[in-house]
């Protein structure tokens, strides 16, 4: 149990462009999803928090207005990159948590600006 | 003073023997512990949590938690070439309005375990 799914799982695109990123929950609904971005060799850096059907919970220093996330519903959570530059190349995963504080994440999305 | 500290190591161990990662947090109220294992180039998978004082077990896992030193390890029995990640520790803080569930990372332990 506890599987959390995300697509697409690598992703090239040109700058300017906007890409968006799903986190599913395949077999439980979550209560709460959250975002992280990790640069090679640095830790996670939470981005935001989102719970179903209210605005998302962003980070200091995250943009709100270039990484748009949507929580439609219990199990899908999606986080769009808007006006992508080489800068926010990075993976992104997310992860999603049971009434428990435990988080299970998703196998990241690699995203490539160019 | 960061929130969650681990020696980022490499912490290198013999195959075989035992690994000892640790983890220190400065939220005495903090009420969930959790480790990570982190391969390179992969998302984080959760090996153990641990909620109260004491050790707890999991095959060749053991978290051992202590809140009055506000310090949680896990040792790895029987250290395999396997093994070599970054194991992260997190940490729930006290709830309140503005944490949202969300957790305390530290920076991850590098460990590699040589055959």
């Known amino acids: 149990g506890a599987v959390v799914s995300q697509h697409p799982s690598r992703v090239i695109c040109k700058s300017g462009t906007s890409v968006k990123i799903e986190c599913r929950s395949l077999?439980?609904?979550?209560?709460?999803m959250f975002w992280y971005r990790q640069f090679p060799k640095q830790s996670l850096m939470l981005m935001a928090t989102?719970?179903?059907?209210?605005?998302?919970?962003?980070e200091q220093g995250v943009e709100k207005d270039k990484f748009l996330i949507n929580h439609a519903s219990l199990t899908l959570s999606t986080l769009t990159v808007t006006s992508a530059h080489p800068e926010d190349s990075s993976f992104y995963i997310c992860?999603?948590?049971?009434?428990?504080?435990?988080?299970?994440f998703g196998p990241g999305t690699r995203l490539t600006v160019l | 003073q960061k929130e969650v500290e681990q020696n980022s190591g490499p912490l290198s161990v013999p195959e075989g023997a035992i690994a000892s990662l640790n983890c220190t947090y400065s939220d005495r109220g903090s009420q969930s512990f959790f480790w990570y294992r982190q391969y390179s180039g992969k998302s984080p998978e959760l090996i153990m949590s641990i909620y109260s004082n004491g050790d707890k077990e999991d095959g060749r896992f053991t978290a051992q938690l202590n809140k009055a030193s506000q310090y949680v390890s896990l040792l790895i029995r029987d250290s395999q070439p396997s093994d070599s990640a970054t194991y992260l520790c997190a940490v729930s803080p006290r709830p309140n309005a503005g944490n949202n569930r969300k957790l305390i990372w530290g920076l991850g332990t590098s460990l590699a375990v040589n055959p």
């Open positions: 077999d439980f609904q979550a209560t709460t």
């Open positions: 989102s719970n179903e059907g209210s605005k998302a919970t962003y």
């Open positions: 992860s999603a948590n049971l009434q428990s504080r435990e988080q299970f």
